[in-house]
């Protein structure tokens, strides 16, 4: 390529690419923005229509660290400038490549049962860049099923729910999520084989533990390793299963 052509680096051609993908990142941020800003009246009916026992929540993927810029009503006990949860570090995870998560069940540290939706939020290129939540609060309907079912003589076993740690501080979310994927092995890091290890981290990834900026840093100092070791354990982990999930902790 001759440098008449602009192929050169720093050529007109290099800087007029530059400019217009500086332009259309510019274009994108606006049109997410808007999005964001027209939905944040709108959670305020859905949760007045639905009562008390409901919150609805936007999250903003662009900042995963506080990634909720709008909420309505109280269920998980967080407020604006708090946390995604797991299920909201896998979606960001999945990228575009996200879809909605609908009429799922969780239970909240402190016992509630929570039935949920996630709904992604796209700009019109496609690009997913945050999520409308509804999570609504149906412990005491539960409860009612379940006195019911044992006055009809028809009373099931209680289905496993997952449980899920709601929170303001991403940081308490990424422990609990260490916690959790760590006691599954029933050992102490220091037991672990070398196969449990990269399947530990293996497991993190996948559930988007890794998407948030200073993850590497801080499941470190949970499992009590070095960051080198858990980096070096993470890239080990991508690599023998063949994924190709972007760069750790969240970096660009």
């Avoid at 993908?21 to 027209?38: G, L, P, Y």
């Avoid at 009809?152 to 929170?167: E, Q």
Wanted: charged share 20%; net charge neutral; hydrophobic share 40%.
């Amino acid at each position: 390529m001759s440098d008449a052509d602009g192929g050169r680096p720093g050529g007109p051609g290099t800087g007029s690419r530059g400019a217009a993908s500086r332009a259309q990142s510019v274009t994108a941020a606006a049109e997410q923005d808007a999005v964001i800003a027209a939905l944040t009246p709108v959670i305020d009916g859905i949760a007045a229509t639905l009562g008390s026992f409901c919150e609805v929540v936007i999250h903003d993927f662009r900042r995963p660290e506080h990634s909720i810029v709008a909420l309505a009503g109280s269920v998980t006990g967080r407020g604006p400038g708090g946390s995604m949860s797991e299920i909201g570090m896998h979606l960001l995870t999945r990228g575009d490549q996200a879809r909605d998560e609908l009429n799922y069940l969780t239970r909240t540290r402190d016992g509630k049962m929570v039935k949920s939706s996630t709904m992604v939020l796209r700009d019109s290129s496609g690009t997913v860049f945050g999520a409308l939540c509804v999570n609504l609060d149906i412990t005491a309907l539960n409860q009612v099923h379940a006195l019911l079912g044992e006055i009809a003589g028809v009373a099931a076993s209680p289905a496993a729910v997952p449980t899920t740690t709601f929170g303001d501080d991403i940081g308490a979310v990424l422990d609990a999520i260490v916690d959790e994927r760590r006691l599954r092995h029933n050992k102490p890091w220091a037991q672990l084989g070398r196969g449990e290890r990269l399947q530990l981290f293996r497991d993190l990834d996948r559930r988007g533990v890794f998407a948030v900026r200073g993850a590497v840093q801080q499941v470190a100092a949970r499992l009590g390793i070095s960051r080198a070791s858990a980096y070096n354990y993470l890239s080990a982990a991508r690599t023998e299963a063949g994924d190709d999930i972007g760069p750790p902790d969240g970096t660009p």
